[in-house]
């Protein structure tokens, strides 16, 4: 899933790939901002992003995608 991370005072955002789910992304998204602690997340090579929760702007969730099998085609 492709997370996109709006921070203030920041003209590009932070676009992040990872394998976590919605669900999981929202629980730490919500936790940070309520704690006004540190956003932590990590993207499908391991990498770690660190985000202060009160500098967070706007977090776009982009759909989860399942693997297509097979090539669709139709005759």
């Known amino acids: 899933m492709e997370i996109k991370i709006g921070v203030q005072h920041v ?3 932070i676009v992040i790939e990872t394998e976590e ?3 999981d992304i929202k629980a730490k ?3 940070a901002l309520q704690d006004k602690s ?3 997340l990590e993207n499908t090579k ?3 992003t660190l ?3 009160e500098q967070i702007g706007y977090i776009e969730l982009g759909a989860e995608t399942k693997p297509r099998i097979g090539f ?3 005759e």
């Open 38 to 40: 540190v956003l932590e």
């Open 11 to 13: 003209q590009r955002e």
């Open 72 to 74: 669709g085609f139709s």
């Open 21 to 23: 789910s919605t669900n």
């Open 51 to 53: 985000i202060p929760a």
């Open 29 to 31: 998204v919500s936790q």
């Open 46 to 48: 391991g990498a770690i």
